[in-house]
């Protein structure tokens, strides 16, 4: 089970922090991901990160600005974001992936991010 | 990273197959057998349906199946059902080691 949270409605240039929690199995063992989904459109992959965080991708429209992390140890993900912006505005989800696959799941329920004025 | 192309929607009676295509190009789903299907209800987190082309995870369906040709990658959904209206995403790990969702296809059991 994954579990996220730390959505809010932020403004324009804000920072925020968001949490993935898993249970239930190794967290160590899977790499883990980021994705989002904009109101009414599809998803978009935003970042990965693997087992032990050495190895870390990120989406082009998120680079330079959002940054992922792992605590294996208290079985945690976790995304900050910085410099938000409107197009930001999505639900955040996590989801476990297979070491060397590409596959994610499962998913978390997602967290919702508002970037308002 | 332009998202795979896929049909805004698609419907059909129950009973009937339905088939949802996926295209992308040779950076992405011509180079490798790494295409994966979710399914996503309304309000709801998406699901694996299908990875590696057409492999189902334990649980899913038998008339759910994938297939590849090409550049382009394909969803056959067979006896369509009525919890089988949903949104489903196609995605595919891509040259540059990262992952690309479609634009989602909107299926509608009529």
């Known amino acids: 089970q994954l579990v996220e949270s730390g959505g809010s409605v932020v403004q324009p240039g804000d920072s925020l922090r968001l949490t993935c929690v898993g249970s239930?199995?190794?967290?160590?063992?899977?790499?883990m991901n980021w994705v989002r989904q904009a109101p009414g459109k599809g998803l978009e992959w935003i970042s990965y990160?693997?087992?032990?965080?050495?190895?870390?991708y990120y989406a082009d429209s998120i680079r330079g600005r959002f940054t992922v992390s792992r605590d294996n140890d208290k079985n945690a993900l976790y995304l900050h974001m910085d410099s938000l912006r409107p197009e930001d505005t999505a639900t955040y989800y996590c989801?476990?992936?297979?070491?060397?696959?590409?596959?994610?799941?499962?998913w978390g329920p997602g967290t919702p991010v508002t970037v308002s004025a | 990273q332009f998202p795979l192309i896929q049909p805004a929607s698609v419907s059909g009676s129950p009973g009937q197959s339905i088939t949802i295509s996926c295209n992308g190009s040779?950076?992405?789903?011509?180079?490798?057998?790494?295409v994966s299907w979710y399914q996503q209800h309304p309000g709801k987190a998406p699901k694996l349906l299908l990875f590696?082309?057409?492999v189902r995870p334990s649980g899913i369906s038998a008339r759910f199946s994938g297939s590849k040709s090409g550049n382009a990658a394909y969803l056959t959904i067979s006896g369509l059902e009525t919890e089988d209206e949903a949104d489903y995403h196609c995605?595919?790990?891509?040259?540059?080691?990262?992952?690309?969702f479609g634009t989602g296809t909107t299926v509608t059991v009529l």
């Open positions: 989801a476990r992936a297979p070491t060397t696959s590409n596959w994610f799941d499962p």
């Open positions: 239930g199995f190794t967290f160590n063992s899977f790499s």
């Open positions: 590696e082309v057409n």
């Open positions: 040779r950076s992405n789903i011509g180079a490798y057998s790494s």
């Open positions: 990160i693997s087992l032990s965080s050495t190895v870390i």
């Open positions: 995605s595919s790990l891509t040259s540059r080691s990262t992952e690309v």
